[in-house]
């Protein structure tokens, strides 16, 4: 926009006269900037002065006179970044073109995230121009669509032209100015756009190469490279100015907001990301959790910035980085004194990209100069960290191949000599298979406590049994048997002793009715069962008493102290000449059991109906 009203440039053609001779001493502490002949770009800094307006109300009269006053100051050591800082800034610049071929340049400010910029070109005839830009200013107000502000220039050949640039941004402050002519600044444009093309077509390659990773592979550690990736691109696609440019180029709530977004999304990705490539939760469960609360923090911390200024929640989030990018590096210097061979890989890899990743936050705090290492150590060291990795799984793959030819070579030579082993072993694994089949068998029809059989077994064995005795028509008689008041020994003298004394009756019943050629089991719990053949209700009944008197006459002695075991026991012939089953005349024998302890217990009762 320009501005050619008569009496404005006539106060403002006065107010530069009088600073340009009223106090040349003041005038004198910047040398102009010579623009020489045939020269296609020239760096303002060293000739840029600045004053800084902490309250923000000064108007364009305002700084001429300021300066007039000598007010304004040199950039401190030639630096431009100033960090964040409340108010707003002024900058001047007197320039001389000494080219009379080229009248038209264009002034780049080389930061794309200030909020507000006016700049003022004021000449010596009165006349003034006037040109606005910054994120805050709709993208197609910009002179060249770009994604640094920009602003064209008419600067007649040997004629001082003041500069007056007022800048006043919530962002790092910022104010690299360069001067292009048209053709220097295409041919400058076109190389920087390739090579951010070229940097973010490795980013496109790599985002969707892990993705088929993870796809088909289904690991974490993939997806959260590829989150990682996709919020450290939108990161730098923000920092560049291209989000402004492409995305949001009418939003400046966006180019605000996006900011300390994409930071806290890509930290998001970097925590998470080292968490399960160094597989914290088993080698540091410590770090694993502060890994887990810097997550947190971050995500808050994104959720935040919607809604806190961009003055507060961009440099919490810039300052945040250093804490992140520290923690990382410690997380994988713990797993590698711990043993971890690859993270010495990971901290080789991203130390390069913490490292870019530190400087860039450093010159947004004004700690470090803006050069071109520090502008784009970002993209520099994520390059490298890229190389880096490649490298190292390149070796992986290659060792991983060497150790497979020598398994190979080694396998052809013991081919013969592991064929002939292992029939030999196939062998005497058959043999001690067929000794453990055996064995199994055996253990299995055996209760592992008591070494009686079991209840299952007992069932299996009984069915024959009662077949032979019908057949040959010989008596058949049970016996069920019931160590009385166990569970008062389990809760006086505890389950070790109680094991004991259920060994140890188990034995004596044993012992009683081996001469019977009885088949005898453990029931359940503390109760038994035995089958006597050839043996009628009389005669089962004196076996049964001869168990009884057994038990009652000498204590169980477990775990030294002496326990009085005694039995109650029901008897029950089975009517062979009737068709009942096993279960009813088990039955039967449980009824006179239970008969014997409703009785007063330590005693025999027999069943009063047969079958």
């Keep these: 926009m320009r501005i050619r009203g008569f009496w404005p440039g006539v106060v403002l053609g006065l107010l530069l006269l009088s600073g340009f001779h009223a106090h040349p001493g003041h005038a004198s502490e910047m040398a102009p900037a010579l623009l020489p002949k045939d020269s296609s770009?020239?760096?303002?800094?060293?000739?840029v002065s600045f004053l800084h307006d902490v309250a923000g109300g000064m108007r364009l009269e305002d700084a001429v006179a300021a300066r007039r006053d000598g007010a304004f100051a040199p950039l401190p050591g030639g630096?431009?970044?100033?960090?964040?800082?409340?108010?707003?800034?002024?900058?001047h610049a007197r320039i001389v073109n000494r080219d009379p071929d080229e009248s038209q340049w264009l002034l780049v400010q080389q930061y794309p995230l200030s909020d507000s910029i006016d700049l003022y070109a004021l000449h010596p005839d009165g006349r003034m121009e006037h040109h606005q830009g910054g994120d805050h200013r709709p993208f197609s107000a910009?002179?060249?669509?770009?994604?640094?502000?920009?602003?064209?220039?008419?600067?007649?050949a040997d004629q001082p032209v003041d500069l007056f640039i007022r800048i006043q941004s919530e962002s790092s402050m910022q104010v690299p100015l360069r001067l292009y002519t048209p053709t220097a600044f295409a041919e400058m444009s076109?190389?920087?756009?390739?090579?951010?093309?070229?940097?973010?077509?490795?980013?496109?390659?790599?985002?969707?190469?892990?993705?088929?990773?993870?796809?088909?592979?289904?690991?974490?550690?993939?997806?959260w490279y590829v989150f990682h990736l996709t919020a450290f691109g939108l990161v730098?696609?923000?920092?560049?100015?291209?989000?402004?440019?492409?995305?949001w180029p009418d939003s400046a709530w966006m180019a605000d907001r996006s900011v300390p977004l994409s930071i806290c999304l890509a930290q998001v990705g970097v925590q998470q990301f080292a968490r399960r490539f160094l597989d914290l939760r088993n080698r540091w469960p410590t770090g694993d959790r502060v890994g887990l609360g810097l997550i947190g923090f971050f995500l808050l911390l994104g959720v935040a910035s919607a809604f806190l200024p961009y003055r507060i929640s961009t440099p919490f989030a810039?300052?945040?980085?250093?804490i992140s990018v520290g923690w990382v590096a410690v997380e994988a210097i713990v797993a590698i004194r711990r043993g971890y061979a690859p993270a010495r890989i990971f901290l080789l890899a991203w130390a390069t990209f913490l490292v870019g990743t530190a400087m860039f936050a450093s010159v947004a705090f004004a700690l470090l100069p803006k050069t071109f290492v520090t502008e784009y150590g970002v993209q520099i060291g994520s390059a490298l960290e890229m190389l880096l990795l490649s490298i190292a799984l390149g070796h992986r793959y290659a060792a991983l191949r060497n150790e497979n030819e020598r398994i190979v070579r080694d396998a052809k030579r013991q081919l013969e000599h592991q064929v002939e082993k292992r029939t030999r072993e196939l062998s005497e694994a058959l043999g001690q298979l067929g000794d453990a089949h055996a064995r199994l068998r055996e253990s299995s029809q055996r209760d592992a406590l008591t070494g009686l059989h079991t209840r299952r077994h007992f069932h299996e064995q009984l069915a024959p049994m009662l077949e032979e005795a019908r057949s040959g028509g010989r008596p058949l008689s049970l016996l069920m048997i019931d160590l009385d008041h166990f569970k008062e020994i389990n809760d006086r003298h505890g389950h070790l002793a109680g094991d004991a004394c259920l060994r140890w009756a188990a034995?004596?019943?044993?012992?009683?009715?081996r001469p019977h050629r009885a088949l005898v089991a453990r029931f359940g719990g503390e109760e038994f069962v035995a089958a006597l053949p050839d043996h009628d209700l009389a005669a089962a009944t004196a076996a049964a008493e001869k168990i009884r008197h057994q038990l009652d006459s000498a204590p169980c002695e477990a775990l030294n102290r002496k326990t009085v075991v005694t039995t109650s026991i029901g008897v029950h012939q089975i009517d062979i000449a009737t068709a009942g089953g096993i279960d009813a005349a088990l039955e039967r024998a449980d009824r006179a059991l239970y008969q014997a302890k409703a009785e007063g217990r330590n005693c025999v009762r027999t069943s009063t109906v047969a079958g």
């Design 318 to 322: 810039s300052a945040s980085v250093f």
């Design 79 to 91: 630096n431009n970044s100033f960090g964040f800082q409340d108010g707003a800034f002024w900058f």
């Design 236 to 247: 730098l696609f923000t920092l560049n100015g291209l989000g402004f440019e492409y995305l």
């Design 507 to 513: 034995h004596a019943i044993g012992d009683a009715l």
């Design 190 to 223: 076109r190389d920087v756009q390739f090579g951010i093309g070229l940097y973010y077509g490795i980013l496109l390659s790599l985002f969707f190469y892990n993705l088929v990773l993870w796809l088909t592979t289904r690991d974490s550690s993939y997806f």
């Design 41 to 47: 770009e020239f760096v303002l800094a060293p000739h």
């Design 142 to 156: 910009r002179s060249v669509r770009y994604r640094h502000p920009n602003f064209w220039l008419d600067l007649p």
